[in-house]
């Protein structure tokens, strides 16, 4: 079955500087890849997602994710991050004609003013 | 519309003890997902349901744990003998196939 790893548990940053969320992943055939957020009290909500296609995707509130095939890579950047934007940060892949989705261990992302 | 409902939002139970925890899908979604988050533990895999296909049960994490889905919609979640490593928040997600899932606001699980 495919699998996730999200390199960083913690990322601390200042408001207004860049942040870059790293997520790999596991599978022998191909995927869709997924990023969730979940903000603090609250349930967990879409991101951001890549099907096909261009492998730039870019979703709500600022973010983007680049999906790079040869490092099996899916990580998500936003080049200046909001006090808003604390929360935890979940990537997550299913296989392409299985919908059964993975998620990572979540990063939690704390922005200091 | 109406989005995933989980009932109930809290459930506290004394150690031994069975609990049944409800998910209500979107309507017309054909996959359902039961994950656990407990603190610091990300989200933990349970049980994937497909149509009519037979679930994916291995993220189950013992015999303990069972769960079911009648007329492709409603779901439940048995854990029987409680334990206290079984407090978490059940989350239930629904999604139609190669979809995005939309989760619900959980089921906090406290096991006293």
């Known amino acids: 079955a495919q699998s996730v790893t999200q390199l960083d548990s913690q990322v601390p940053v200042f408001e207004e500087a860049p942040v870059e969320l790293r997520c790999n992943y596991s599978?022998?055939?191909?995927?869709?890849l997924f990023w969730y957020v979940q903000y603090p009290n609250q349930g967990l909500q879409l991101l951001l997602k890549?099907?096909?296609?261009?492998?730039l995707v870019k979703g709500i509130n600022g973010f983007e994710a680049e999906f790079n095939k040869s490092q099996t890579s899916f990580h998500l950047r936003k080049p200046s991050v909001h006090i808003s934007d604390t929360a935890e940060y979940f990537c997550?892949?299913?296989?392409?004609?299985?919908?059964?989705?993975?998620f990572g261990a979540g990063t939690r992302l704390t922005v200091k003013p | 519309g109406a989005g995933v409902s989980q009932s109930p939002s809290n459930k506290v139970t004394e150690k031994g003890k069975d609990v049944e925890l409800r998910c209500d899908p979107i309507s017309g979604h054909t996959a359902l997902y039961w994950y656990r988050q407990s603190l610091g533990q990300g989200l933990e895999f349970l049980i994937y349901f497909q149509g009519n296909s037979a679930p994916d049960k291995s993220g189950l994490p013992s015999d303990r744990f069972s769960a079911e889905r009648t007329g492709g919609s409603v779901s439940t979640l048995t854990i029987q003998r409680t334990q206290q490593e079984d407090s978490a928040v059940y989350l239930c997600a629904s999604s139609l196939t190669n979809s995005p899932l939309h989760f619900g606001n959980g089921t906090r699980l406290t096991v006293t």
């Open positions: 599978s022998s055939v191909s995927v869709y």
């Open positions: 997550a892949v299913s296989e392409v004609g299985n919908n059964d989705m993975r």
């Open positions: 890549y099907l096909s296609g261009s492998t």
